[in-house]
Nanobody, 124 residues
Framework: QVQLVESGGGLVQTGGSLRLSCVAS????????MGWFRQAPGKEREFVAA????????YYSDSVKGRFTISRDNAKNTMYLQMNSLKPEDTAVYYC?????????????????WGQGTQVTVSS
């Protein structure tokens, strides 16, 4: 049974940092492209970042580029999202997901397994 479990969310002030973790079980992360998405209240879920299977290439939304970094530790079967210079508009529930289809890193339907999410709140 595949499970993705996020952690590391919390309340932080503007300009602060958080590191989210996504621990996988039932699958080997290194064999898949993986992504992070977020959903703010009243808004659609949106792409944040993705990393390809070889870790050679990562992708970011324009809103987080230069502030967030996606990475993974294959030995721990864990993916991370380092978030720096946080802004109130980064407030959302953050989800990790496994991508099963090539191309379109920002396309939600290309991801099949999702975690339960972790809340990130950035106060102004």
């Amino acid at each position: 049974q595949v499970q993705l479990v996020e952690s590391g969310g919390g309340l932080v002030q503007t300009g602060g940092s958080l590191r989210l973790s996504c621990v996988a079980s039932g699958l080997t992360l290194s064999r898949y492209e993986m992504g992070w998405f977020r959903q703010a209240p009243g808004k659609e879920r949106e792409f944040v970042a993705a990393i390809n299977w070889s870790d050679a290439v990562s992708y970011y939304s324009d809103s987080v580029k230069g502030r967030f970094t996606i990475s993974r530790d294959n030995a721990k079967n864990t993916m991370y999202l380092q978030m720096n210079s946080l802004k109130p508009e980064d407030t959302a529930v953050y989800y990790c997901a496994r991508k099963y289809r090539s191309g379109g890193y920002y396309v939600l339907r290309y991801y099949d397994y999702w975690g339960q999410g972790t809340q990130v709140t950035v106060s102004s």
